[in-house]
Antibody
Framework: EVQLLESGGDLVQPGASLRLSCAAS????????MSWVRQAPGKGLEWVSG????????YYADSVNGRFTISRDNSKNTLYLQMNSLRAEDTAVYFC?????????????WGQGTLVTVSS | SYEVTQPLSASVALGQTARLTCGGN??????VHWYQQKPGQAPVLVIS???NRPSGIPERFSGSNSGNTATLTISRAEAGDEADYYC?????????FGGGTELTVL
């Protein structure tokens, strides 16, 4: 059974940094693309970033490009999202999601999410 | 940049058929994926690549994609189908979600 467990969400001030983690199990992690998707309170889903299985290819939404960095440690079966220069509009539940071997989509498994709140 | 649009809300009577749309320019040239999200829960993939149903998803869920509109069809609607539904596509090395449709089962 695929399991994705996010952690690292917190209340931080604007301009701060935070690193999210997603621990994966139940599948051959290194073979699959992974993504981060967020959902602001009461709003829809917003894709944030994606990474290939090897980590060689990364993709970002314009809203986070240059501030966020996606990475993975395939030896630890863990996905990361380093978030710098956080803004109030980054407040959201952040989900990690599993893609396919060859493609980023579809996302066939999701974690339960971790809450990031950016507020002074 | 490419955009995908969904109606904010839709309703269906219990036991009837709901058709949820996802619009985009020549969207039939793309693979459209659909997700169901209930309050406080993570999204669940219900249709992949326009019309493929993942294991565990009831046959009542089906999808199609033609011209500028992709459609998620839910037959014999049940109270448990009440949820937000999102379409998703890949375009120019980014992922786009529609704004989501809130489905109410009457």
């Amino acid at each position: 059974e695929v399991q994705l467990l996010e952690s690292g969400g917190d209340l931080v001030q604007p301009g701060a940094s935070l690193r999210l983690s997603c621990a994966a199990s139940g599948f051959t992690f290194r073979s699959y693309a992974m993504s981060w998707v967020r959902q602001a309170p009461g709003k829809g889903l917003e894709w944030v970033s994606g990474i290939s299985g090897s980590g060689a290819s990364t993709y970002y939404a314009d809203s986070v490009n240059g501030r966020f960095t996606i990475s993975r440690d395939n030896s630890k079966n863990t996905l990361y999202l380093q978030m710098n220069s956080l803004r109030a509009e980054d407040t959201a539940v952040y989900f990690c999601a599993k893609g396919e071997m060859e493609f980023q989509l579809p996302n066939d498994s999701w974690g339960q999410g971790t809450l990031v709140t950016v507020s002074s | 940049s490419y955009e995908v649009t969904q109606p904010l809300s839709a309703s269906v009577a219990l036991g009837q058929t709901a058709r949820l749309t996802c619009g985009g320019n020549n969207i039939d040239s793309k693979n459209v994926h659909w997700y169901q999200q209930k309050p406080g829960q993570a999204p669940v993939l219900v249709i992949s690549r326009n019309g493929n149903r993942p294991s565990g998803i009831p046959e009542r869920f089906s999808g199609s994609n033609s011209g500028n509109t992709a459609t998620l069809t839910i037959s014999r609607a049940e109270a448990g189908d009440e949820a937000d539904y999102y379409c998703q596509v890949w375009d120019s090395s980014t992922v786009l979600f529609g704004g989501g449709t809130e489905l109410t089962v009457l």
